[in-house]
Structures are given as C-alpha cells and as structure tokens.
C-alpha cells in the first residue's frame, strides 16, 4: 500500500471489553511503532518493534496492554479489559529502517472510545 | 533526548511566512532538530530536521542558531492547508534498541483568511 493503514478507525468498545488494533505499515519497513495520543496532547511512546522483536515496550502503561508483529510485517495492539482512561487515539508509525534516520511514516490512527 | 519549548498557539496570515519557535537550551551535540506536524484526525507528518546548519526543503525551512539552543521552523508562503499543530523534537541520531520520538504539546498554527 501507499502508506501505513490502521484499523478500525473507530471503535467503541463496553468497559470490561478486549479489543484489538491492527497496524499494516509500509511493505519492507523494518521499524514499527506504537503511540497513544490523548484528546489535546502530543501521541505518547507506547512500544517499538524492529522486525518482529519487539526491542522497547517501556510506554505500555499496565499488562492489559500487549503488542505482537509475529511475522514482522503487520502488528496488532491488544487492550484487555478496557478502562475509560484507555479512550484515546493510538497511532502506528513505520521506518525503512532499524538504525540510522529515516523518515517515520504515521498511519491515521483508531479512535478507541470505552463507554 | 533535551527538552523542548514552544509557545502553544501562534496565527499565521494566509500567503505570509509563518516562523515557529522551539527553545532547546539543554541540546547536546549529538542531537538532532526534527520538526512534525499533525492536521486535525491524522497522523503526524514529518517536515524537516537538521544538526547544526541550515536545513531547507519542498516544505519549509528549518534555522538553528549557531549555539544550538534554538530553532525556527519557516513555512514560506502558509496556506490554510497548513493549520496543523507543529511538534519539535530533539533527539539522538536513530541506533540502538529504541527509536521513539518523545512528542511535547506542540504549538497550533492557525493559518487566518
């Protein structure tokens, strides 16, 4: 694809429920990221893969949250037992590269509202 | 990665330059400037970034002060399709086990009719 492609757009999710992104990033970017970006705020780091090894997951804020990019092209970003401070927009982001800079592409993100 | 100050909103006219500041007093020599910006429901977009000299693209401009611990974004000629909020970032050149981009609030840019 042209770009990286996140899905749903939205999802409103029953407080208690599991849910499920899905990142598809750049075809052959070896970095991918994940952020969650509060209403107002700038997006916050949430965890980094470098191919399929997820090498930083130190923004994941508690062990309800678990990332996975098991063949090292697409990721999916799982909350379990949804919390009302989990509604937040969460972004993916990848690069060409593991080392070095290259530019960091951001997908359009999935609003996640818990009612 | 240093800590980085910008003024959280600024108007801009439409067809004027729009210059954005970002205070980055505690840069060390190894960092680099990167300038994103982010349009209302996307994904932030990268624009530009630089060490130490002058940097310029199809975008913008990007002026760092000779003691590193200031920048400018220049927008030469801002549209309406440029009101966005605009993040500057200091940070190490990427190696390593992480990558991130640690984000600030940023500052919106609304560009006037």
């Known amino acids: 694809g042209a770009g990286v492609s996140q899905s749903p757009r939205y999802k409103v999710a029953k407080r208690g429920q599991d849910v499920a992104l899905r990142c598809d990033p750049i075809s052959g970017h070896v970095s991918l990221f994940w952020y969650q970006q509060a209403l107002g705020q700038g997006p916050e780091f949430l965890t980094y893969f470098q191919n399929e090894a997820q090498l930083d997951k130190s923004g994941l804020p508690s062990d309800r949250f678990f990332a996975e990019r098991p063949e090292g092209s697409v990721s999916t970003l799982k909350i379990q037992r949804t919390q009302q401070e989990d509604s937040a927009v969460y972004l993916c982001?990848?690069?060409?590269?593991?080392?070095?800079?290259?530019?960091?592409?951001f997908g359009q993100g999935t609003r996640l509202t818990v009612v | 990665d240093a800590k980085t100050t910008q003024p959280p909103s600024m108007d801009c006219a439409e067809g004027r330059a729009a210059n954005l500041p970002c205070n980055h007093s505690?840069?060390?020599?190894?960092?680099?400037v990167y300038w994103y910006r982010q349009i209302h429901s996307q994904g932030p977009q990268y624009i530009i970034h630089?060490?130490?000299n002058n940097e310029t693209n199809e975008m913008a401009s990007l002026i760092i002060t000779e003691d590193r611990k200031s920048s400018t974004l220049i927008l030469p000629h801002a549209t309406l399709r440029d009101t966005a909020v605009y993040y500057c970032?200091?940070?190490?050149?990427?190696?390593?086990?992480?990558?991130?981009?640690?984000f600030g609030t940023g500052t919106l840019l609304a560009v006037q009719p």
């Open positions: 970032i200091v940070r190490v050149t990427y190696g390593g086990a992480t990558n991130k981009l640690i």
């Open positions: 505690t840069i060390s020599g190894n960092e680099y």
């Open positions: 630089g060490l130490k």
């Open positions: 982001a990848s690069r060409r590269t593991g080392e070095g800079y290259t530019e960091a592409f």
